[in-house]
């Protein structure tokens, strides 16, 4: 329960210095925010365009432009439970695809609302532009 309280304390500290620090040419990607009542997991990517990387767990700043991500997610399924039997199963989730544009700021994170497992995916839940003004989503989820 401390690492917890210890570990929110740190994200609220760093956050507005990563706004402010954050480049208007680039994306920011972020990775580490999750909603467990909305069935919304945290990520970390390992994968971008085809790559392994190297990436911090709790996001990254992107180039403009389309981009296929894939990572690993940790799923609590307290809120949102699935059908299959065997819970600790290893799920294979197709890569996220989107338009990332300058200056805005994306969350990504595992949708695992479905019961069914096959139908979990990568998604970008929320935009905002780099003041925290949350966007229209007009793209959709996971929808290029």
């Not at 040419?25 to 997991?41: G, Y």
């Not at 969350?107 to 532009?129: A, F, I, M, T």
Request: charged share 20%.
């Amino acid at each position: 329960m401390m690492k917890k309280l210890a570990f929110l304390i740190l994200a609220v500290a760093i956050l507005p210095a990563m706004a402010l620090a954050a480049d208007p040419n680039k994306s920011q990607v972020v990775t580490f925010k999750s909603n467990i009542t909305a069935c919304l997991a945290s990520v970390a990517i390992k994968q971008v365009d085809g790559h392994q990387r190297q990436l911090p767990t709790m996001g990254f700043e992107i180039e403009p432009g389309w981009h296929t991500m894939h990572g690993t997610a940790t799923v609590n399924l307290r809120h949102c439970p699935v059908n299959e039997e065997r819970i600790r199963k290893t799920v294979s989730v197709p890569p996220l695809e989107w338009l990332f544009e300058a200056g805005k700021v994306y969350y990504v994170g595992l949708d695992h609302s479905s019961p069914e497992r096959r139908n979990w995916q990568l998604v970008v839940w929320k935009v905002e532009d780099m003041e925290g003004v949350e966007e229209d989503q007009s793209q959709g989820v996971n929808s290029p």
